[in-house]
Protein backbone atom coordinates (compact mmCIF):
# COMPACT_ATOMS: atom_id res chain seq x y z
CA UNK A 1 0.00 0.00 0.00
CA UNK A 2 1.41 3.39 -0.87
CA UNK A 3 -0.89 5.59 1.12
CA UNK A 4 -1.37 4.64 4.71
CA UNK A 5 -4.40 5.45 6.07
CA UNK A 6 -6.47 4.25 9.34
CA UNK A 7 -10.12 3.01 8.63
CA UNK A 8 -12.68 2.90 11.59
CA UNK A 9 -15.91 1.48 10.64
CA UNK A 10 -18.74 2.28 13.40
CA UNK A 11 -21.05 -1.16 13.96
CA UNK A 12 -20.42 -4.76 13.26
CA UNK A 13 -23.24 -5.79 11.72
CA UNK A 14 -23.76 -6.98 7.76
CA UNK A 15 -22.25 -4.01 5.65
CA UNK A 16 -19.68 -3.17 8.36
CA UNK A 17 -18.12 -6.28 8.98
CA UNK A 18 -18.02 -7.16 4.55
CA UNK A 19 -16.38 -3.97 4.59
CA UNK A 20 -13.66 -4.73 7.19
CA UNK A 21 -13.33 -8.17 5.58
CA UNK A 22 -12.13 -6.57 2.44
CA UNK A 23 -10.10 -3.94 3.69
CA UNK A 24 -8.16 -6.27 6.44
CA UNK A 25 -7.47 -8.72 3.86
CA UNK A 26 -6.53 -5.82 1.04
CA UNK A 27 -3.93 -5.07 4.06
CA UNK A 28 -5.46 -1.38 4.58
CA UNK A 29 -5.40 -0.76 9.04
CA UNK A 30 -9.29 -1.19 10.16
CA UNK A 31 -11.01 -1.10 13.21
CA UNK A 32 -14.48 -1.83 13.72
CA UNK A 33 -16.28 -0.46 17.08
CA UNK A 34 -19.41 -2.56 17.56
CA UNK A 35 -21.67 -1.51 21.12
CA UNK A 36 -22.95 -5.41 21.24
CA UNK A 37 -20.89 -7.24 23.57
CA UNK A 38 -21.66 -10.67 22.21
CA UNK A 39 -21.45 -11.71 18.61
CA UNK A 40 -25.16 -12.51 18.19
CA UNK A 41 -26.35 -9.03 20.35
CA UNK A 42 -29.59 -7.72 18.90
CA UNK A 43 -30.02 -9.89 15.78
CA UNK A 44 -32.90 -11.00 14.72
CA UNK A 45 -33.05 -14.54 14.32
CA UNK A 46 -35.07 -14.78 11.09
CA UNK A 47 -33.36 -15.95 7.71
CA UNK A 48 -31.86 -13.03 4.94
CA UNK A 49 -32.97 -13.62 1.65
CA UNK A 50 -29.54 -12.78 0.16
CA UNK A 51 -29.52 -12.46 -3.86
CA UNK A 52 -27.06 -11.86 -6.44
CA UNK A 53 -25.46 -8.30 -5.59
CA UNK A 54 -25.19 -9.82 -2.10
CA UNK A 55 -23.36 -12.90 -3.22
CA UNK A 56 -21.41 -11.24 -5.66
CA UNK A 57 -20.34 -8.46 -2.55
CA UNK A 58 -19.85 -11.63 -0.34
CA UNK A 59 -17.93 -13.37 -3.10
CA UNK A 60 -15.71 -10.45 -3.19
CA UNK A 61 -14.85 -9.25 0.13
CA UNK A 62 -14.61 -12.09 2.01
CA UNK A 63 -11.42 -14.98 2.21
CA UNK A 64 -12.04 -17.85 0.14
CA UNK A 65 -12.30 -20.23 3.31
CA UNK A 66 -15.62 -17.59 4.55
CA UNK A 67 -17.13 -17.07 0.99
CA UNK A 68 -17.34 -21.71 1.55
CA UNK A 69 -18.04 -21.10 4.92
CA UNK A 70 -21.01 -18.65 3.84
CA UNK A 71 -22.17 -21.35 1.19
CA UNK A 72 -21.76 -24.43 3.25
CA UNK A 73 -24.08 -23.04 5.83
CA UNK A 74 -26.32 -21.39 3.63
CA UNK A 75 -30.56 -23.48 3.59
CA UNK A 76 -32.62 -23.30 0.69
CA UNK A 77 -35.70 -21.78 0.37
CA UNK A 78 -37.24 -23.53 -2.29
CA UNK A 79 -36.69 -23.56 -6.20
CA UNK A 80 -39.83 -21.28 -6.49
CA UNK A 81 -41.58 -17.83 -5.32
CA UNK A 82 -45.37 -18.20 -5.30
CA UNK A 83 -48.48 -15.87 -5.09
CA UNK A 84 -51.05 -17.10 -3.06
CA UNK A 85 -54.80 -16.05 -2.06
CA UNK A 86 -55.26 -16.65 1.71
CA UNK A 87 -57.14 -19.49 0.61
CA UNK A 88 -54.09 -20.62 -0.89
CA UNK A 89 -55.76 -20.85 -4.04
CA UNK A 90 -52.06 -20.58 -6.61
CA UNK A 91 -52.44 -16.91 -8.53
CA UNK A 92 -48.74 -17.21 -9.94
CA UNK A 93 -45.43 -19.30 -9.60
CA UNK A 94 -42.29 -17.67 -10.82
CA UNK A 95 -39.67 -20.30 -10.77
CA UNK A 96 -35.83 -20.25 -9.75
CA UNK A 97 -34.68 -20.25 -13.49
CA UNK A 98 -36.05 -16.59 -13.94
CA UNK A 99 -34.53 -15.32 -10.26
CA UNK A 100 -31.26 -17.01 -10.27
CA UNK A 101 -30.51 -18.21 -14.40
CA UNK A 102 -30.54 -21.75 -15.37
CA UNK A 103 -26.91 -22.64 -14.46
CA UNK A 104 -26.81 -21.62 -10.88
CA UNK A 105 -23.67 -20.13 -10.20
CA UNK A 106 -23.71 -19.27 -6.24
CA UNK A 107 -21.91 -16.11 -7.24
CA UNK A 108 -24.96 -14.85 -9.00
CA UNK A 109 -27.69 -16.71 -7.48
CA UNK A 110 -30.46 -16.40 -4.39
CA UNK A 111 -29.46 -17.93 -0.88
CA UNK A 112 -31.04 -17.97 1.75
CA UNK A 113 -29.07 -17.56 5.43
CA UNK A 114 -30.07 -17.48 9.05
CA UNK A 115 -28.62 -14.23 10.14
CA UNK A 116 -26.89 -15.32 12.56
CA UNK A 117 -24.32 -17.76 11.10
CA UNK A 118 -24.02 -14.49 7.95
CA UNK A 119 -23.26 -12.72 11.20
CA UNK A 120 -20.41 -15.62 12.38
CA UNK A 121 -18.85 -15.65 8.83
CA UNK A 122 -18.66 -11.82 8.74
CA UNK A 123 -17.29 -12.01 12.22
CA UNK A 124 -14.65 -15.05 11.49
CA UNK A 125 -11.30 -14.15 11.57
CA UNK A 126 -11.19 -10.37 12.73
CA UNK A 127 -9.47 -10.92 16.17
CA UNK A 128 -7.41 -7.35 16.58
CA UNK A 129 -9.88 -5.46 14.37
CA UNK A 130 -13.41 -5.93 15.58
CA UNK A 131 -13.65 -4.13 19.06
CA UNK A 132 -17.09 -5.72 20.93
CA UNK A 133 -18.77 -3.40 24.08
CA UNK A 134 -18.05 -0.01 21.74
CA UNK A 135 -20.75 2.00 22.16
CA UNK A 136 -19.69 4.96 19.97
CA UNK A 137 -21.31 8.51 21.28
CA UNK A 138 -19.94 11.14 18.80
CA UNK A 139 -16.84 12.29 16.73
CA UNK A 140 -14.69 15.33 16.58
CA UNK A 141 -12.67 16.24 13.67
CA UNK A 142 -9.16 17.91 13.92
CA UNK A 143 -7.68 20.56 11.66
CA UNK A 144 -4.86 17.73 10.16
CA UNK A 145 -8.24 15.93 9.17
CA UNK A 146 -7.93 13.09 11.38
CA UNK A 147 -11.12 12.30 13.51
CA UNK A 148 -11.46 11.36 16.88
CA UNK A 149 -14.42 8.95 18.04
CA UNK A 150 -15.61 8.79 21.49
CA UNK A 151 -17.07 5.71 23.38
CA UNK A 152 -20.19 5.31 25.87
CA UNK A 153 -17.10 3.49 28.48
CA UNK A 154 -15.47 6.50 28.17
CA UNK A 155 -12.36 5.50 25.90
CA UNK A 156 -11.63 6.99 22.05
CA UNK A 157 -9.95 6.04 18.78
CA UNK A 158 -8.53 7.86 16.11
CA UNK A 159 -9.02 7.61 12.37
CA UNK A 160 -8.31 9.43 9.39
CA UNK A 161 -11.67 7.80 7.45
CA UNK A 162 -14.66 6.98 9.67
CA UNK A 163 -17.53 4.95 8.43
CA UNK A 164 -20.77 4.82 9.94
CA UNK A 165 -22.01 1.53 9.56
CA UNK A 166 -24.39 1.79 12.65
CA UNK A 167 -27.31 0.74 11.30
CA UNK A 168 -30.95 2.22 11.20
CA UNK A 169 -30.48 4.18 14.14
CA UNK A 170 -27.07 5.94 13.00
CA UNK A 171 -25.57 7.98 15.58
CA UNK A 172 -22.49 8.94 12.63
CA UNK A 173 -25.56 9.94 10.76
CA UNK A 174 -27.59 11.85 13.52
CA UNK A 175 -24.33 14.31 13.82
CA UNK A 176 -23.00 14.30 10.25
CA UNK A 177 -26.06 14.46 8.46
CA UNK A 178 -28.57 15.55 11.37
CA UNK A 179 -31.30 16.45 7.77
CA UNK A 180 -31.46 12.73 6.98
CA UNK A 181 -34.79 11.69 8.10
CA UNK A 182 -36.08 8.16 9.29
CA UNK A 183 -39.82 7.75 9.48
CA UNK A 184 -42.28 5.90 10.50
CA UNK A 185 -44.71 4.07 8.03
CA UNK A 186 -47.76 3.27 10.28
CA UNK A 187 -47.10 -0.06 9.22
CA UNK A 188 -46.14 -3.26 11.53
CA UNK A 189 -45.13 -6.57 10.69
CA UNK A 190 -45.87 -9.39 13.35
CA UNK A 191 -43.33 -12.21 12.83
CA UNK A 192 -42.82 -15.64 13.89
CA UNK A 193 -41.35 -19.03 12.97
CA UNK A 194 -43.26 -22.41 12.61
CA UNK A 195 -40.02 -25.20 13.54
CA UNK A 196 -39.63 -28.10 10.84
CA UNK A 197 -39.37 -31.60 11.34
CA UNK A 198 -40.92 -34.46 9.63
CA UNK A 199 -43.98 -34.30 11.88
CA UNK A 200 -44.53 -30.72 11.29
CA UNK A 201 -43.44 -30.88 7.43
CA UNK A 202 -47.06 -33.08 7.11
CA UNK A 203 -49.17 -31.03 8.68
CA UNK A 204 -48.41 -27.70 6.15
CA UNK A 205 -49.67 -28.36 2.20
CA UNK A 206 -46.45 -28.61 -0.17
CA UNK A 207 -47.07 -25.16 -1.53
CA UNK A 208 -45.47 -23.64 1.90
CA UNK A 209 -42.62 -25.59 2.63
CA UNK A 210 -41.23 -25.32 -1.00
CA UNK A 211 -40.55 -22.13 -1.30
CA UNK A 212 -41.43 -18.35 -0.60
CA UNK A 213 -44.81 -17.17 -1.17
CA UNK A 214 -46.85 -13.93 -0.85
CA UNK A 215 -49.92 -14.35 0.80
CA UNK A 216 -52.36 -11.56 -0.88
CA UNK A 217 -55.54 -11.25 0.91
CA UNK A 218 -58.63 -8.81 -0.38
CA UNK A 219 -57.26 -6.13 0.78
CA UNK A 220 -55.51 -3.89 3.64
CA UNK A 221 -52.94 -6.70 5.11
CA UNK A 222 -50.54 -9.02 3.42
CA UNK A 223 -48.16 -11.95 4.11
CA UNK A 224 -45.04 -13.23 3.47
CA UNK A 225 -44.14 -16.85 4.20
CA UNK A 226 -41.08 -18.49 3.04
CA UNK A 227 -39.21 -21.81 4.33
CA UNK A 228 -35.54 -21.93 5.52
CA UNK A 229 -34.18 -25.47 5.25
CA UNK A 230 -31.28 -27.20 6.30
CA UNK A 231 -29.67 -30.10 5.14
CA UNK A 232 -30.26 -33.07 7.67
CA UNK A 233 -26.50 -33.43 7.17
CA UNK A 234 -25.77 -29.61 8.55
CA UNK A 235 -23.79 -29.70 11.18
CA UNK A 236 -21.69 -27.05 13.23
CA UNK A 237 -17.93 -26.68 11.60
CA UNK A 238 -14.57 -26.63 13.63
CA UNK A 239 -14.70 -23.04 14.08
CA UNK A 240 -18.13 -23.14 15.22
CA UNK A 241 -20.05 -21.53 12.00
CA UNK A 242 -23.57 -23.09 11.67
CA UNK A 243 -24.03 -24.07 14.89
CA UNK A 244 -26.12 -21.87 17.67
CA UNK A 245 -24.31 -18.94 19.69
CA UNK A 246 -24.13 -18.24 22.94
CA UNK A 247 -27.61 -16.07 22.45
CA UNK A 248 -28.87 -19.96 22.11
CA UNK A 249 -29.15 -20.69 25.73
CA UNK A 250 -31.33 -16.96 26.15
CA UNK A 251 -33.42 -17.51 23.85
CA UNK A 252 -33.79 -21.21 22.11
CA UNK A 253 -36.52 -20.69 19.64
CA UNK A 254 -35.88 -17.39 18.16
CA UNK A 255 -31.98 -17.92 17.88
CA UNK A 256 -31.49 -21.06 17.23
CA UNK A 257 -30.22 -21.20 13.73
CA UNK A 258 -29.21 -25.04 13.76
CA UNK A 259 -32.58 -26.11 12.84
CA UNK A 260 -34.95 -25.59 9.89
CA UNK A 261 -38.27 -23.69 9.71
CA UNK A 262 -41.12 -21.71 7.73
CA UNK A 263 -40.86 -17.77 8.62
CA UNK A 264 -44.20 -15.93 8.26
CA UNK A 265 -44.71 -11.96 9.01
CA UNK A 266 -48.36 -10.36 8.46
CA UNK A 267 -48.60 -6.91 8.18
CA UNK A 268 -50.99 -4.16 7.59
CA UNK A 269 -51.16 -0.37 8.77
CA UNK A 270 -51.25 -0.16 12.67
CA UNK A 271 -55.00 0.50 13.26
CA UNK A 272 -55.71 -2.41 11.42
CA UNK A 273 -54.26 -4.12 14.81
CA UNK A 274 -56.92 -2.58 16.66
CA UNK A 275 -54.26 -1.99 19.87
CA UNK A 276 -52.89 1.22 20.48
CA UNK A 277 -49.20 1.63 19.52
CA UNK A 278 -48.56 2.03 23.49
CA UNK A 279 -50.38 -2.01 24.12
CA UNK A 280 -49.11 -3.28 20.76
CA UNK A 281 -45.41 -2.94 21.62
CA UNK A 282 -45.69 -4.03 25.20
CA UNK A 283 -47.61 -7.62 23.89
CA UNK A 284 -45.14 -10.61 24.60
CA UNK A 285 -45.43 -13.26 21.59
CA UNK A 286 -48.24 -15.03 23.07
CA UNK A 287 -50.29 -11.82 22.74
CA UNK A 288 -49.02 -10.94 19.57
CA UNK A 289 -49.75 -14.31 18.01
CA UNK A 290 -53.16 -14.62 19.51
CA UNK A 291 -53.90 -11.26 17.57
CA UNK A 292 -52.81 -12.13 14.18
CA UNK A 293 -54.42 -15.61 14.65
CA UNK A 294 -57.84 -13.40 15.75
CA UNK A 295 -56.95 -11.27 12.16
CA UNK A 296 -56.61 -14.18 9.72
CA UNK A 297 -59.80 -15.98 11.38
CA UNK A 298 -61.19 -16.92 7.74
CA UNK A 299 -58.08 -17.66 6.08
CA UNK A 300 -56.91 -21.62 5.09
CA UNK A 301 -56.47 -23.80 7.78
CA UNK A 302 -52.98 -24.60 7.15
CA UNK A 303 -52.24 -20.62 7.33
CA UNK A 304 -53.93 -20.14 10.48
CA UNK A 305 -52.09 -23.61 11.57
CA UNK A 306 -48.47 -21.83 10.51
CA UNK A 307 -49.16 -18.76 13.23
CA UNK A 308 -50.81 -20.90 16.21
CA UNK A 309 -48.21 -23.52 15.85
CA UNK A 310 -45.52 -21.34 16.01
CA UNK A 311 -44.01 -21.07 19.62
CA UNK A 312 -44.43 -17.99 21.31
CA UNK A 313 -40.86 -16.70 21.62
CA UNK A 314 -40.27 -16.81 17.97
CA UNK A 315 -42.65 -14.13 17.64
CA UNK A 316 -42.23 -10.69 17.51
CA UNK A 317 -43.17 -7.19 16.22
CA UNK A 318 -41.48 -4.78 13.57
CA UNK A 319 -41.83 -1.54 13.00
CA UNK A 320 -41.80 -0.58 9.55
CA UNK A 321 -39.73 2.64 9.34
CA UNK A 322 -37.70 3.75 6.29
CA UNK A 323 -35.35 6.81 5.13
CA UNK A 324 -36.20 10.01 3.34
CA UNK A 325 -33.43 10.09 0.40
CA UNK A 326 -31.60 13.43 1.11
CA UNK A 327 -29.79 15.26 -1.90
CA UNK A 328 -25.90 14.48 -2.12
CA UNK A 329 -24.07 16.33 0.34
CA UNK A 330 -20.31 17.83 0.28
CA UNK A 331 -17.67 14.37 0.42
CA UNK A 332 -15.37 14.29 3.74
CA UNK A 333 -13.29 11.60 4.67
CA UNK A 334 -16.69 10.76 6.26
CA UNK A 335 -18.75 8.67 5.47
CA UNK A 336 -21.84 6.39 5.75
CA UNK A 337 -23.23 2.78 4.10
CA UNK A 338 -26.15 0.56 4.49
CA UNK A 339 -29.34 1.39 7.05
CA UNK A 340 -27.11 4.05 8.56
CA UNK A 341 -28.09 5.87 5.37
CA UNK A 342 -30.53 4.15 3.53
CA UNK A 343 -32.45 2.09 5.62
CA UNK A 344 -35.82 0.70 3.65
CA UNK A 345 -38.83 -1.66 4.80
CA UNK A 346 -38.05 -5.02 4.78
CA UNK A 347 -40.68 -5.86 1.90
CA UNK A 348 -38.29 -6.74 -0.83
CA UNK A 349 -35.93 -8.37 1.48
CA UNK A 350 -33.00 -5.93 -0.48
CA UNK A 351 -31.74 -3.92 2.97
CA UNK A 352 -28.76 -6.31 4.10
CA UNK A 353 -28.15 -6.65 -0.20
CA UNK A 354 -27.49 -2.85 -0.21
CA UNK A 355 -25.61 -2.92 2.35
CA UNK A 356 -23.24 -5.69 1.06
CA UNK A 357 -23.09 -3.60 -1.89
CA UNK A 358 -22.16 -0.71 -0.38
CA UNK A 359 -19.17 -2.70 1.29
CA UNK A 360 -18.17 -3.88 -1.55
CA UNK A 361 -17.66 -0.92 -3.71
CA UNK A 362 -16.70 1.61 -0.78
CA UNK A 363 -14.15 -1.16 -0.12
CA UNK A 364 -12.93 -0.78 -3.69
CA UNK A 365 -12.61 2.56 -3.88
CA UNK A 366 -10.68 2.56 -0.45
CA UNK A 367 -8.59 -0.10 -1.57
CA UNK A 368 -7.16 2.33 -4.95
CA UNK A 369 -6.94 5.09 -2.73
CA UNK A 370 -4.26 3.33 -0.43
CA UNK A 371 -2.57 1.71 -3.33
CA UNK A 372 -2.40 5.56 -4.69
CA UNK A 373 -4.52 4.35 -7.83
CA UNK A 374 -7.24 7.37 -6.93
CA UNK A 375 -7.20 10.33 -4.62
CA UNK A 376 -8.87 9.09 -1.44
CA UNK A 377 -11.60 11.91 -1.56
CA UNK A 378 -12.56 11.31 -5.42
CA UNK A 379 -13.09 7.28 -3.95
CA UNK A 380 -15.36 8.10 -1.59
CA UNK A 381 -16.83 10.64 -3.05
CA UNK A 382 -17.48 8.17 -6.56
CA UNK A 383 -18.80 5.59 -3.97
CA UNK A 384 -21.65 8.25 -2.80
CA UNK A 385 -22.66 8.58 -5.98
CA UNK A 386 -23.02 5.67 -6.85
CA UNK A 387 -24.68 4.57 -3.76
CA UNK A 388 -26.97 7.47 -3.43
CA UNK A 389 -28.63 6.63 -6.47
CA UNK A 390 -28.98 3.21 -6.28
CA UNK A 391 -29.63 3.36 -2.33
CA UNK A 392 -32.40 5.36 -2.38
CA UNK A 393 -33.85 3.97 -5.56
CA UNK A 394 -34.29 0.75 -3.17
CA UNK A 395 -35.56 2.64 -0.14
CA UNK A 396 -38.49 3.30 -2.67
CA UNK A 397 -39.20 0.21 -4.28
CA UNK A 398 -39.23 -1.01 -0.90
CA UNK A 399 -41.64 1.93 0.33
CA UNK A 400 -43.97 1.04 -2.07
CA UNK A 401 -44.02 -2.44 -1.96
CA UNK A 402 -44.76 -2.23 1.58
CA UNK A 403 -47.64 0.44 0.50
CA UNK A 404 -48.92 -2.40 -2.08
CA UNK A 405 -48.94 -5.04 0.60
CA UNK A 406 -51.22 -3.45 3.08
CA UNK A 407 -53.36 -1.07 0.43
CA UNK A 408 -56.64 -1.18 1.92
CA UNK A 409 -57.80 -0.58 -2.59
CA UNK A 410 -60.02 -3.64 -3.03
CA UNK A 411 -60.20 -2.60 -6.73
CA UNK A 412 -56.54 -2.28 -6.98
CA UNK A 413 -56.22 -5.65 -5.53
CA UNK A 414 -58.18 -7.21 -7.43
CA UNK A 415 -56.71 -5.28 -10.63
CA UNK A 416 -53.29 -6.58 -8.92
CA UNK A 417 -54.62 -10.69 -8.49
CA UNK A 418 -55.93 -10.17 -12.51
CA UNK A 419 -52.08 -9.33 -13.78
CA UNK A 420 -50.54 -12.68 -11.86
CA UNK A 421 -53.28 -14.76 -13.55
CA UNK A 422 -52.27 -13.27 -16.46
CA UNK A 423 -48.88 -13.07 -16.46
CA UNK A 424 -49.03 -16.81 -15.43
CA UNK A 425 -50.80 -18.10 -18.85
CA UNK A 426 -48.30 -15.60 -20.62
CA UNK A 427 -45.02 -16.85 -20.10
CA UNK A 428 -42.19 -14.64 -21.91
CA UNK A 429 -44.70 -11.53 -20.02
CA UNK A 430 -43.92 -13.94 -16.60
CA UNK A 431 -40.30 -13.92 -17.82
CA UNK A 432 -39.81 -10.17 -18.39
CA UNK A 433 -41.53 -8.81 -15.48
CA UNK A 434 -39.90 -10.99 -12.85
CA UNK A 435 -36.56 -11.86 -14.14
CA UNK A 436 -35.07 -9.54 -11.55
CA UNK A 437 -37.24 -10.50 -8.28
CA UNK A 438 -35.70 -9.89 -5.30
CA UNK A 439 -32.45 -8.16 -7.49
CA UNK A 440 -33.70 -4.60 -7.40
C1 LIG B 1 -37.66 -8.65 9.61
C2 LIG B 1 -36.60 -8.21 8.66
C3 LIG B 1 -36.24 -9.04 7.61
C4 LIG B 1 -35.26 -8.65 6.72
N1 LIG B 1 -34.95 -9.48 5.69
C5 LIG B 1 -34.01 -9.11 4.81
C6 LIG B 1 -33.67 -9.97 3.73
O1 LIG B 1 -34.21 -11.06 3.59
N2 LIG B 1 -32.72 -9.54 2.85
C7 LIG B 1 -32.14 -8.32 2.97
O2 LIG B 1 -31.29 -7.97 2.12
N3 LIG B 1 -32.42 -7.50 4.01
C8 LIG B 1 -33.33 -7.85 4.92
N4 LIG B 1 -33.62 -7.02 5.97
C9 LIG B 1 -32.88 -5.74 6.12
C10 LIG B 1 -31.51 -5.96 6.74
O3 LIG B 1 -31.65 -6.63 7.99
C11 LIG B 1 -30.75 -4.65 6.99
O4 LIG B 1 -30.90 -3.82 5.89
C12 LIG B 1 -29.27 -4.91 7.23
O5 LIG B 1 -29.07 -5.63 8.41
C13 LIG B 1 -28.49 -3.60 7.28
O6 LIG B 1 -27.14 -3.87 7.56
P1 LIG B 1 -26.26 -2.75 8.25
O7 LIG B 1 -24.88 -3.31 8.34
O8 LIG B 1 -26.44 -1.46 7.57
O9 LIG B 1 -26.90 -2.57 9.69
P2 LIG B 1 -27.01 -3.64 10.85
O10 LIG B 1 -26.86 -5.02 10.34
O11 LIG B 1 -28.23 -3.25 11.60
O12 LIG B 1 -25.74 -3.35 11.75
C14 LIG B 1 -25.57 -2.17 12.49
C15 LIG B 1 -24.64 -2.50 13.65
O13 LIG B 1 -24.26 -1.30 14.29
C16 LIG B 1 -24.26 -1.52 15.68
N5 LIG B 1 -24.43 -0.22 16.34
C17 LIG B 1 -25.55 0.54 16.37
N6 LIG B 1 -25.35 1.67 17.07
C18 LIG B 1 -24.06 1.61 17.50
C19 LIG B 1 -23.26 2.49 18.28
N7 LIG B 1 -23.75 3.66 18.76
N8 LIG B 1 -21.97 2.13 18.54
C20 LIG B 1 -21.47 0.96 18.05
N9 LIG B 1 -22.20 0.08 17.32
C21 LIG B 1 -23.48 0.42 17.03
C22 LIG B 1 -25.41 -2.48 15.91
O14 LIG B 1 -25.29 -3.16 17.15
C23 LIG B 1 -25.28 -3.39 14.70
O15 LIG B 1 -24.46 -4.50 14.95
C24 LIG B 1 -34.61 -7.39 6.88
C25 LIG B 1 -34.95 -6.56 7.96
C26 LIG B 1 -35.94 -6.96 8.83
C27 LIG B 1 -36.30 -6.03 9.96
Same mark, same amino acid.
Given at each position: ?5 ? &? ?21 ? +? ?16 ? &? ?26 ? %? ?26 ? *???? #? ?38 ? #? ?21 ? *? ?89 ? +? ?28 ? +???? @? ?17 ? @? ?61 ? %??? *? ?27 ? *? ?30
Amino acid at each position: MSKRFR &VAIVGGGTGGLCLAQALHRAGVE +VSVYERGRLRTDRLQGYR &VHINPHGAQALHECLPAELWQAFEATCG %TSGNSFGFVTEQLQDLLLVEDELTSGAE *RDPV #TAHHSVSRITLHQVLSAGLDGVLHLGKEFERYERADDGSV #TLYFADGTTATADVLVGADGANS *RVRGQYLPHAERIDTGIRAIAGKYPLTEETRRRLPTRLVTGPNNVIPPAGCGMFVAPHELDADHAPTADGIGGNDETATEDAVLFDNTGSY +VMWAYAANGDRFRHDEAELSTMDGEGLRDL +VGRL @VNGWHPSLRRLIAESPARS @VSLLPIRTSVPVPQWETTTITLLGDAIHSMTPFRGIGANTALRDAQLLASNLIAAARGDTDLL %TGI *RDYETQMIDYGFAAVRTSLRSAEQAVSAN *RAGRSAFKAALRLFSVIPPLKRKVFSELGNK
